[in-house]
């Protein structure tokens, strides 16, 4: 489902909306300044999301050395939030070298743009900063603690889905992301997270004893 929405958003979508987000929304002071905070949104995030991926090696040996019997539910969590972040980084990172994606706007380096240049589609293995905007970082690592927080603080879920939305309307917005780089960052976003809550849950599930038979018993 999220290639076929890709492959949609890149064929009538992306290019329409990158020029309207550059003549309307960019344009405004108040709107922009708005967008501009949501679309640093998951910089702020992910800075707190290292803090947890650094601490959560020495809480794990603390609660398993010791007689510390906060145990199951925040190792499970902790696990979790490592793994995620290890596969939304890595897969984030292997895709944009693959796929070579030339951005909306000119932002670095004088990178080609669809805006400034007219230049639109993947250069596979490209390579270079210029070359990277498929799929969005942010909207992946954005998506991946929304995900996180879903699965571990459901009370909290509001709050999860108005940070995914925020930063998928601030990155497209502000032209920093084509809505397919969005669709595709959120993708893996949530696969890095379905696939580490899963890890984790294996991690911690109790190995169930074997009945001993009468049989198995008698030597």
Request: hydrophobic share 55%.
């Amino acid at each position: 489902m999220a290639g076929i929405l890709v492959v949609i958003s890149y064929l009538w979508i992306d290019r329409p909306v990158a020029v309207l987000a550059h003549d309307l929304i960019r344009s405004k002071a108040p709107v922009t300044a708005l967008c501009t905070r949501l679309s640093a949104l998951p910089d702020l995030l992910t800075g707190l999301w290292m803090i947890i991926v650094l601490i959560a090696p020495v809480f794990l040996w603390a609660v398993t050395t010791s007689r510390i019997t906060l145990r199951g539910r925040l190792q499970e969590l902790s696990i979790a939030a490592c793994g995620s972040f290890l596969l939304s980084a890595t897969a984030k990172m292997l895709l944009k070298w693959t796929f070579g994606r030339t951005w909306p706007e000119t932002w670095i380096y004088g990178n080609p743009s669809y805006i400034r240049d007219g230049v639109y589609g993947f250069f596979p293995l490209h390579g270079g900063a210029g070359w990277s905007s498929f799929p969005s970082g942010h909207m992946a690592a954005a998506t991946t603690i929304a995900m996180i927080g879903w699965r571990f603080a459901p009370n909290l879920r509001p709050l999860w889905t108005i940070i995914a939305a925020g930063a998928a309307i601030g990155l497209v917005a502000m032209n920093f992301h084509f809505v397919s780089d969005v669709i595709a960052g959120g993708y893996i976003g949530m696969a890095s997270s379905a696939i580490a809550t899963r890890m984790a849950a294996l991690w911690h599930r109790p190995v169930e004893a074997q009945p001993v038979t009468a049989a198995a018993a008698c030597p």
